[in-house]
């Protein structure tokens, strides 16, 4: 396959055409493409030679064909009936002129076809013999794009619409998008080119790219070969690495001047070059010098030198010159005493330890953390209760006692006393001491008659507060801890008929506040937290003494939080909404008087956990 197009190959400034006739014409201008530099004129079609003719005047235009392409674009194909035809494209007043000068047009095919109702921008092909070949004409409408390419004995012009380019300042959909694809794929910043090769040295190539890219190119003597290229509006920097890796080239640039050689003579050279550097590094007298830590641990710095890849200072001499801190025949030693460095290298190596030390070695900014922990409570109890009783004495033939107890009886037949409240027939009064009361007693001779209603409505509100502060480095854990230890009896031992042997242990009840903050490149705290909360409830009995009940809240959760800005990083809620009846069956369901045997009580209970946190940032600025 074969591509010509219309565009020039050179620099404006060179205004060259190349026009090929045959594989003469196309040698002839390659070679004086060649020798001028690229800065060719235009020159005149070099004749067939007499075979070349005979081959010609066989040759002949059997088939016009015209179709519509992708994105409305006109596609005109000439088939042909021999070997050796070289058709010409070019622009002429508007319209797209073919010239075949070696094929002979048949008659049936000389009429003009109009091609309007394709949509394209082609609106008329005109066929007709001209100077002893062929000639076609495509009358063209707007602004297009041409593009031909010869396949066999096929010719196929495209006459593609030229898409206008958005106004100045317009920003569209397609726009962004097209523009975010075209970074993401192509990293490429050169000027677009467009060439159309076959079979051209790649000295050649190389040649026309430093002109168009305004660089000088020294290509090594093994650069060789030759290379077929169709590249359309393509970065000449990118045009140039598909064309060196095409030929398995490599480059190296220093300033303007980039050399292009096969990849395993740059490896060699490369690599040559670092066994010179590595060679006279080992020849240089090593020096010491002693660097004092200040703001860190001389040990950690020794231990995280020395645990990293490529560096120097062991027997084996394992050391990576250029990836590691130390040469092969560095040393480094920590004296903890004295929180120093001992350094042995060539000067360049110590030079950058100590520029590298002194990055390491700062002082670490500080975070203060303020925290408020808040339990608050709220409780409501509300309880309605009754007591009844109904006591008498009948005496005659047979004596008769009613009253709550038989206890009660027992007591009004010897002594005739009537007890209260052992004696009452309902006994449900408010649960609490200084509940409100209403009593109502009616004796008789022989009867007693006991009323009692009671209420009670308690609230209650409280506000448990801590307030622990501390202050730490960056990345550095801080723990601050409060409370007591209570002490409680366990038994051990005792089996086989022995004796348990008491012992006391202690449990922990504490307020603490663990917190690693880190300080972030934007002047955040982000706070990795841990809060402990206990609380002693009560204390159970038990046969050898109280254990004590504890009550434990615990978060653990990390956050990001601005310079001073407070966030609470947990709570608890804790909601508790109990309603009990305690009544006589049957008596307690009827209405109004069942209020005499029966009691009501409502207990509401709420607690809530917060913890609020407040990091403020204390810079440390280094002295000079």
């Avoid at 179709?67 to 070289?86: M, P, Q, S």
């Avoid at 830590?293 to 050391?319: D, P, R």
């Avoid at 042995?344 to 030390?357: G, N």
Wanted: charged share 20%; hydrophobic share 40%; with cysteine.
């Amino acid at each position: 396959m074969t591509f010509s197009n219309n565009r020039s190959l050179c620099k404006p400034r060179h205004p060259a055409t190349f026009k090929a006739v045959g594989l003469a014409g196309l040698a002839l201008a390659l070679a004086t493409a060649a020798a001028t530099g690229f800065a060719a004129t235009p020159a005149a079609p070099a004749q067939p030679s007499a075979s070349a003719a005979g081959v010609a005047a066989k040759a002949s235009v059997s088939h016009i064909d015209f179709k519509r392409g992708d994105g409305g674009a006109g596609r005109l194909v000439l088939r042909f009936d021999g070997e050796g035809v070289a058709p010409d494209l070019r622009t002429q007043d508007g319209s797209v002129v073919v010239d075949v000068a070696n094929a002979v047009l048949p008659a049936e095919l000389q009429r003009p076809l109009n091609v309007t109702d394709f949509a394209t921008p082609v609106q008329r092909i005109d066929a007709r013999p001209y100077a002893g070949g062929a000639q076609l004409v495509l009358a063209t409408r707007g602004a297009y794009e041409s593009l031909a390419y010869q396949t066999g004995n096929e010719y196929v012009v495209e006459i593609s619409p030229r898409t206008s380019a958005p106004a100045v300042g317009a920003v569209t959909g397609d726009s962004v998008a097209s523009a975010q694809a075209k970074v993401a794929s192509r990293p490429y910043s050169g000027r677009p080119v467009t060439f159309n090769f076959q079979d051209v040295p790649v000295r050649t190539v190389l040649q026309l790219i430093a002109e168009e890219s305004n660089l000088n190119v020294v290509a090594s003597d093994t650069v060789q070969g030759n290379v077929t290229l169709r590249l359309v509006q393509v970065p000449w920097d990118q045009a140039l690495d598909i064309v060196l890796r095409a030929k398995g080239l490599d480059k190296r640039r220093d300033g303007n001047v980039i050399w292009v050689a096969p990849q395993a003579e740059l490896a060699s050279f490369e690599k040559a070059r670092e066994d010179a550097r590595i060679d006279l590094e080992n020849r240089v007298d090593l020096v010491t010098d002693y660097i004092q830590v200040n703001y860190h641990s001389a040990g950690a710095i020794f231990k995280a030198l020395t645990e990293a890849k490529g560096v120097g200072g062991g027997g084996g001499g394992q050391g990576n010159n250029d990836n590691g801190f130390l040469s092969q025949r560095g040393r480094i030693v920590a004296d903890e005493r004295t929180n120093t460095l001992m350094i042995s290298d060539i000067p360049k190596k110590v030079a950058q330890m100590r520029e590298l030390i002194d990055v390491i070695d700062r002082p670490v900014d500080q975070v203060l953390i303020e925290s408020r922990i808040v339990i608050a409570t709220d409780s409501f109890a509300r309880d309605l209760g009754a007591r009844f009783g109904v006591a008498g004495r009948r005496t005659g033939n047979n004596t008769g006692v009613v009253s709550g107890s038989l206890e009660n009886n027992v007591s009004i037949l010897n002594s005739g006393i009537h007890n209260v409240p052992g004696g009452l027939n309902v006994n449900l009064p408010a649960s609490a001491e200084n509940a409100g009361a209403l009593a109502y007693t009616l004796l008789g001779r022989n009867f007693a008659l006991d009323l009692e209603l009671s209420a009670l409505q308690r609230e209650g509100r409280g506000e448990v507060l801590s307030n622990p502060r501390v202050v730490t480095s960056n990345q550095r854990e801080a723990v601050i801890r409060q409370g007591r230890e209570v002490g409680y009896v366990t038994l051990t031992g005792g089996g086989n008929q022995g004796f348990a042997t008491p012992n006391v242990q202690f449990k922990e009840v504490v307020l603490e506040l663990k917190v690693t903050p880190t300080i972030t490149a934007d002047d955040r705290v982000f706070m990795a937290v841990n809060v402990l909360k206990d609380e002693i409830l009560g204390y159970i009995d038990t046969s050898i003494g109280q254990v004590p009940e504890i009550a434990t809240r615990e978060i653990n959760t990390a956050v990001l939080v601005d310079d001073g800005q407070t966030v609470v990083i947990g709570g608890v809620y804790e909601f508790t909404d109990t309603n009990s009846v305690s009544k006589v069956p049957f008596l307690g369901d009827v209405p109004f008087l069942g209020a005499l045997f029966k009691k009501k009580s409502r207990i509401k209970d709420k607690a809530e956990l917060l913890i609020f946190l407040t990091p403020k940032v204390m810079r440390v600025e280094k002295r000079v």
